[in-house]
């Protein structure tokens, strides 16, 4: 199998351009395509998997135009543009992070800790340092640089508390037109007092942010109470009063993670009758909300999430790093009353960027409740699925024409066991599971974003520039 570089030069927004229509700037790719029409868990797998064995993918000035068979589309491509040609590799939508922590990139991998330990003795201590505005731009580029190597395009994530650290990943994102959702964490009691805010700063700073950034470029706002033990109902009302405000901002935060979590929520909040209610009645749940992990939702409270268009992101690598148990996906796409659901890293008690390593832990996960997680739903979670719970279906997450053009090419050959076993599979539906359960950063060949390729996995990487802009570079 050849490498695919035909016609890419190196990394950077203009590279992968392949023409010109008018003054529109045109990139067409020719590979194996997947996409998705809709959800498999509900509509099955014929009516929502879109496969083309040679496939084409044209896009004009960051759009898709089409996407179909090469042997159909070919003749729509330009005069003078020749598709770069991935053989036999995958081209994909991009991928999408429904739930990460960019400020907890230096904490990965921090050991024998389950949540509320883990936050007070890593993440409140590191979550500080983003005070330093430095280090926050420091860390925000090699967090981008981070998704882009690993496929995935859009991702909303915390911030930490301070304003300062939003601005820095927007800055960092919209340098690499990437589509990004943030926001300033909102916490201002059962925290380090440096970590705190007030229900009347939290607020005034979140809606400052979002007239700063919410809908400028590719950026967008997430109003993000940490989870209710860090909120007063002060805070929890102000939250909600800010999201019917402006009620095209997302709200992020987590459920329900943790049983030990769960009992404080109680006795913090004995008037409500659970987790989710407390957001309920508060104003938090509802298309738009994307609340983490649920791993211990009642029944109850799933068709509550399912009623009012809430979504959950499943973040397995997380849950069984902090021992915070097992998922039941198959619960949460019960057909009477299916959820929306996305895949999160958690990234930093999530232990891998990378959304196939995350699709292969999401698989054992529902093994250990006996439901085989196939490969179509897995790669439907880490895209579409993505997009219906942070409400970007008409933007990102299936290259319908129209949809921004983010996209993955991904390497069936990218090392020599995975090579020797890809080259036995029967299906695509086989390939795709093989590299769900065996891929990661390294199968992710090269990302485009907007059109435009982000990263070349075979480019000379800047040994230098990775050293300055990792979160351990220079003076930390
Ligand atoms: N619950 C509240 N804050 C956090 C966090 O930073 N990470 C995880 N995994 N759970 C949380
Ligand atoms: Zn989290």
Request: charge should be negative; include cysteine.
């Amino acid at each position: 199998m050849t490498n695919g570089t035909n016609g890419i030069s190196a990394t950077g927004r203009a590279a992968g351009q392949a023409g010109r229509i008018g003054s529109g700037a045109v990139t067409a790719v020719r590979g194996t395509l997947i996409r998705f029409r809709g959800d498999p868990f509900l509509i099955g797998r014929d009516d929502a998997f879109v496969h083309c064995a040679d496939g084409l993918l044209i896009c004009v000035d960051g759009k898709v135009t089409a996407a179909g068979d090469y042997a159909e589309l070919r003749d729509r491509l330009p005069d003078g543009v020749t598709p770069v040609h991935y053989p036999g590799q995958v081209i994909c939508p991009g991928f999408i992070d429904s739930h990460v922590h960019y400020v907890q990139t230096g904490i990965i991998a921090a050991f024998g800790a389950q949540l509320i330990d883990w936050l007070n003795h890593y993440t409140f201590v590191e979550e500080q340092r983003f005070a330093d505005g430095a280090y926050a731009r420091r860390v925000a580029a090699a967090f981008c640089d981070e998704l882009l190597r690993n496929g995935t395009t859009t991702a909303l994530t915390f911030a930490a508390v301070y304003p300062d650290s939003v601005d820095a990943l927007f800055e960092e994102a919209t340098r690499r037109d990437m589509r990004i959702i943030a926001g300033k964490v909102l916490m201002d009691r059962n925290a380090p007092d440096a970590l705190l805010d007030t229900a009347a700063t939290g607020y005034d700073d979140s809606k400052r942010l979002i007239d700063r950034w919410h809908g400028k470029g590719r950026n967008g706002y997430a109003i993000t109470p940490r989870f209710a033990p860090t909120s007063t109902p002060e805070q929890l009302a102000a939250a909600g009063q800010l999201w019917r405000e402006h009620p095209d901002t997302l709200v992020h935060t987590h459920v329900s993670e943790n049983v030990g979590e769960i009992s404080w929520v109680r006795s913090l909040f004995p008037e409500r009758t659970g987790y989710l209610d407390v957001y309920d009645h508060y104003g938090l749940t509802g298309p738009g909300a994307v609340l983490a992990h649920g791993v211990h939702l009642t029944g109850t409270e799933r068709r509550r999430c399912a009623e009012t268009g809430t979504a959950v992101a499943h973040c397995p690598t997380s849950n069984l790093f902090l021992g915070s148990g097992l998922f039941h996906v198959h619960d949460a796409k019960d057909p009477h009353h299916p959820m929306t659901i996305g895949l999160g890293t958690d990234i930093g008690a999530g232990t891998s960027f990378s959304l196939l390593s995350t699709m292969n832990e999401a698989y054992k996960v529902a093994q250990l409740a006996n439901y085989p997680l196939d490969a179509v739903k897995a790669f439907y979670l880490a895209t579409r699925g993505g997009a219906e719970a942070l409400r970007l279906t008409d933007t990102v997450g299936s290259l319908e024409p129209g949809q921004e053009a983010d996209f993955v090419v991904l390497d069936p050959e990218a090392t020599p066991v995975l090579a020797q076993r890809t080259s036995r599979v029967s299906d695509i539906e086989e390939l795709l599971f093989v590299l769900a359960v065996m891929g990661d950063d390294r199968v992710v060949r090269a990302t485009y974003v907007a059109g435009a390729l982000a990263h070349d996995r075979d480019a000379p990487r800047d040994a230098a520039r990775d050293a300055k802009n990792g979160p351990g570079g220079p003076d930390t």
